[in-house]
């Protein structure tokens, strides 16, 4: 048996931002990281998921991490070869990309049309189609762990809904990453309602959602992989700042609303005003890097810029190496978030 720890993984969506997550992915996959048992993941985390579940069945830790590095490449992110990592020493920073993908003609020309045109008014499919079609479906489904789980919004209830295990496909991992300004939603006739429902990002509702991850039979630890900046220093003032925070918030919130209801009830049971009974703790841990991800904005979630996912990866292998280096140690003991001070 292995003596690695076992996590379960709660990924975020964040548009081309996830290239972040590919990079955490990446780095616990070495030699030295925890066992991954289950996964609840939205948006381009679900796109990382899935693939990290497909590789791991296919190939094991290497396959996984090939299948992420397949996946990005696809996305948009060059080889890592000597030539990538010339242009990215050479270029700007990413404040600095980001400000010049902002002030784009093209970028502020499909900003504005997705503002006040419909997306069922234009032509046109989910680009991420044609990469999602080539998923290996038998595995990504297949019941051996990890446990996948996808989250999306129904757009006519407003409520979360979790796919798993034989309902996770094309179809629903488009649903995941639907955003309703840019794409029509995905709708199908869904077995578990008995009508046609459709579906819109997951984020709104689930980004992810925690509560699949909280099992007997799943490890306590919850490892998120955050890539919303939860904290911004300065207040914003230009009209497109105030959109991009507002924008991280509204993605933020429904986590924030996970995390301190865990908070709560640990809170409770510590004191002693609950009974524990067969409740065991869970313990939350985050892997982050807010000081990066507030120099990117909205732009670049929206355009998949080679040198900044190639910089969003290194930035997340660093970020997990500093967590693993840091807070090893307290999986399958302690948090290490410090949730009395993000909520007291």
């Known amino acids: 048996m292995s003596a690695r720890p076992a996590i379960n993984l709660a990924l975020q969506g964040g548009g081309a931002h996830g290239a972040f997550t ?3 992915l990446d780095r616990l996959l070495e030699g030295d990281g925890p066992e991954i048992a289950a996964i609840s993941a939205t948006s381009a985390g679900a796109l990382n998921g899935a693939a990290l579940k497909a590789g791991l069945l296919a190939g094991g830790r290497q396959g996984a991490r090939d299948n992420l590095d397949w996946l990005w490449g696809q996305v948009g992110a060059l080889p890592a070869d000597a030539v990538t990592q010339w242009l990215a020493a050479l270029s700007p920073d990413p404040r600095v990309i980001s400000q010049m993908i902002d002030m784009s003609p093209a970028f502020n020309w499909a900003d504005l049309m ?15 189609r044609r990469i999602v079609d080539r998923f290996r479906w038998d595995l990504v489904c297949d019941v051996c ?23 996770i496909c094309t ?4 649903a995941s990453t639907c955003l309703p300004t840019l794409f029509r939603a995905v709708e199908w006739d869904d077995p578990k309602t008995g009508g046609r429902e459709a579906f819109w990002d997951g984020g709104y509702i689930g980004n992810p959602a925690l509560f699949p991850l909280i099992h007997d039979e799943l490890p306590q630890d919850i490892v998120i992989v955050n890539i919303n900046p939860l904290m911004r220093e300065d207040v914003p003032k230009t009209a497109r700042d105030i959109q991009n925070r507002i924008n991280e918030i509204s993605f933020n919130s429904s986590l924030l609303r996970e995390v301190r209801s865990i908070w709560t009830l640990k809170r409770l049971l510590h004191n002693g005003a609950l009974n524990t009974g067969r409740m065991r703790e869970v ?13 990117l904005s909205v732009a670049t979630k929206m355009v998949a810029n080679p040198v900044i996912l190639r910089r969003l990866k290194e930035a997340g292998r660093t970020a997990a190496d500093r967590f693993l280096a840091d807070h090893a140690g307290d999986l399958g003991k302690r948090d290490s978030v410090d949730m009395d001070a993000m909520f007291a």
Request: glycine share 8%; with cysteine; proline share 9%.
């Open 22 to 24: 590919w990079g955490v």
């Open 114 to 128: 997705s503002r006040i045109v419909s997306p069922y008014g234009m032509p046109g499919d989910n680009p991420l």
């Open 145 to 167: 762990p990890p446990w996948l789980n996808i989250c999306a919004t129904n757009v006519r209830t407003g409520r979360i809904r979790i796919f798993t295990g034989t309902e």
């Open 171 to 174: 179809q629903t991992i488009l």
């Open 283 to 295: 313990y939350v841990h985050m892997i982050a890097d807010d000081v990066l991800m507030t120099q």
